[in-house]
């Protein structure tokens, strides 16, 4: 009996092993199918989630597959902390080992976040940007007639046609319908990897954090 439970102990551990050494095998080439995808000159770190990992390799699917690409420049704009997660993977273990095409991600969402820095850059000339973490806001001068005039306000921030849009509200110093005139988009979309859109966007306490996501995106080797 005691030779049968150190026999079972020493199998568990080393299917444990075997599942580990498989699923860091296929993480890399995830990452560099990612990299390639991306158009990167480095490699994300890849995370293959749940477990045991050898039913997913067998079944060829696996539900959720966490990546990070640190901070990169889209557009001429950088971003920090992008990061992001492929559901659904679609990726036969034959195609796997043989590093063939046909690997896919039935959705795949990023995230990052744009500085303050970032955010002031793209502003209308003569208006700096602030906050408090909770809401952006701006300041600076407007032309009224002949006169230049200090305004103050808060931003509020949106996604339009896939574009980070920031407008002025709840303008001081100027006429209400001067906020118009502060308004402004941060001129990255359509750069961004695996040709995501953005689809949310929120004030952190760094910048602006956004949320973007493509479906059916290929995953080539």
Not at 6 to 16: A, K
Not at 76 to 92: Q, S
Not at 185 to 211: C, H
């Amino acid at each position: 009996m005691r030779k049968l439970i150190v026999f079972l102990i020493v199998l568990v551990i080393l299917l444990v092993a075997v599942d580990r050494v498989a699923a860091a095998g296929v993480e890399r080439d995830l990452s560099n199918r990612l990299a390639a995808a991306a158009d990167l000159s480095g490699t994300p770190t890849v995370t293959i989630e749940g477990i045991p990992f050898l039913t997913q390799a067998v079944s060829g699917r696996y539900p959720e597959v966490r990546f990070d690409l640190g901070t990169l420049t889209y557009g001429g704009v950088p971003v920090k902390n992008l990061r992001g997660a492929a559901y659904d993977v679609t990726a036969p273990l034959a195609d796997v080992l043989q590093n063939r095409a046909d690997i896919r991600a039935g959705r795949l969402t990023v995230s990052g976040t744009l500085t303050r820095a970032t955010i002031d850059k793209y502003a209308p000339r003569g208006v700096k940007i602030g906050g408090n973490g909770e809401r952006l806001t701006a300041s600076g001068e407007v032309t009224v007639g002949a006169n230049k005039v200090k305004f103050d306000a808060e931003l509020r921030v949106q996604v339009t046609d896939g574009q980070i849009r920031l407008q002025a509200e709840k303008i001081e110093g100027v006429p209400a319908a001067l906020a118009q005139f502060v308004s402004y988009s941060i001129p990255f979309e359509g750069e961004l990897p695996f040709d995501v859109k953005v689809t949310g966007v929120r004030s952190v306490p760094d910048g602006l954090e956004f949320t973007a996501e493509a479906s059916d995106v290929p995953l080539r080797g």
